[in-house]
């Protein structure tokens, strides 16, 4: 899904290489950064995979908004939660991957106190609206397909206005104890060669940060997908069963009487009903699995830098580390590719904004 940099960033160790220096003497490093390590040719390589990636990134999820958007078929809770998704992939390909490019080709950080401060603010938040939103996507199919009656009340235009608003103010809330060292600090860390969240006193947030970015997900989707697919299987079932039924009853006994005629004709609205409910599944499940692969391509970005950060293998293993830092990068430019290979629906919304007469169709109801 997107990008989750505040989680498992680059930077994302819980300890700096001198808490107690002056951080506004940022460019005096130098080879103390752990990037003076590491083979030149890999460190350019890295920054020409995010000058493309930052490229790419703004390119693709800023069509992405502007065909979802503009889609009257697809003007719906889940779209504009995806919609959203973009939107903190944008800044994230703007902002924070040309800064890193920058780094990365200078190996150290030269450009002051105020962008070191606003680097970590903008990565951090960006990250938090994406596990937010991912969470808050689960949350929109599984009252869609186990509570339908309740979807409509609930995913009102003015409730999922609502509901993105409070995404943006709790992501930015998070990164107030850093930004005004309550808990942590923004700064420069040598021994990773970028701004990130340090220690303030001994104590970070970024541990904590790391266990709920991906355990409350993990676990959200795993119990909403569990009782959506067990909810689409009944249904399934509910469908043969009434499939067999329907074909059991005798032509003599159905059609020999008003009360014949009256239960087979209900019987066969019954079974209507029911296939309508397995088709309406099979829709959703084809958007369930667009999601999932969008949840499992975060988990594979992210595995390369989790594993360097949590046994702090940057020096033994650079090539891992860069790696790491290409995952993040990537997860931010790979969900419009996901959106149009998986989904027809998606498809055509990005055709029809190049090609506005392109297979117009009534507004879906679906989602």
């Known amino acids: 899904m997107t990008t989750l940099a505040w989680v498992m960033s680059p930077s994302g160790n819980n300890t700096t290489a001198d808490e107690g220096q002056d951080d506004a003497q940022f460019s005096t490093h130098g080879n103390d950064t752990v990037f003076f390590q590491y083979p030149p040719q890999l460190m350019d390589f890295a920054a020409l995979c995010f000058i493309v990636f930052a490229v790419v990134g703004v390119f693709g999820n800023f069509v992405s ?32 991957m040309p800064l890193s490019a920058l780094t990365f080709l200078e190996r150290d950080w030269n450009y002051g106190e105020v962008l070191c401060t606003l680097f970590p603010l903008v990565r951090y938040s960006n990250g938090a609206v994406s596990i937010f939103t991912v969470i ?17 009340e609930m995913y009102k235009v003015k409730n999922i206005a609502i509901m993105i608003g ?11 104890f850093p930004l005004f060292e309550v808990w942590g600090r923004l700064g420069y860390d040598p021994k990773v060669g970028t701004c990130t969240i340090l220690k303030l006193n001994g104590q970070s947030p970024k541990m904590t940060i790391y266990v709920a970015a991906f355990g409350i997900p993990s676990l959200v989707f795993l119990v909403c997908y569990s009782r959506i697919f067990w909810v689409v299987h009944k249904t399934a079932m509910r469908v043969k069963k009434d499939s067999i039924d329907y074909t059991r009853i005798p032509s003599s006994v159905t059609f020999s009487s008003k009360k014949g005629v009256f239960w087979k004709n209900y019987r066969h609205s019954e079974m209507e009903n029911a296939k309508t409910s397995l ?9 369930l699995k667009m999601l999932m692969i969008i949840f499992i391509t975060f988990i594979l970005c992210y595995f390369p830098v989790s594993f360097v950060k949590i046994f702090k293998k940057e020096d033994d293993w650079p090539i891992l580390n860069i790696l790491g ?39 879906s109801s679906i989602m």
């Open 65 to 96: 908004i502007l065909a979802l958007s503009k889609s009257e078929k697809l003007r719906n809770a889940t779209t504009a939660f995806i919609v959203n998704l973009c939107v903190a992939d944008l800044l994230f390909s703007g902002f924070s």
């Open 136 to 152: 808050a996507i689960t949350i929109n199919r599984y009252v869609l397909i186990v509570h339908p009656t309740l979807y409509r």
């Open 166 to 176: 409070l995404i943006w103010i709790s992501a930015l809330g998070l990164l107030m």
């Open 279 to 287: 088709k309406r599944s099979k829709q959703e499940l084809k958007v």
């Open 325 to 363: 830092y290409l995952g993040v990068y990537f997860s931010n430019i790979i969900n419009p590719v996901i959106y149009i290979v998986m989904s027809n629906e998606y498809r055509k919304a990005y055709v029809q904004l190049f090609c506005p007469n392109f297979n117009r169709s009534p507004k």
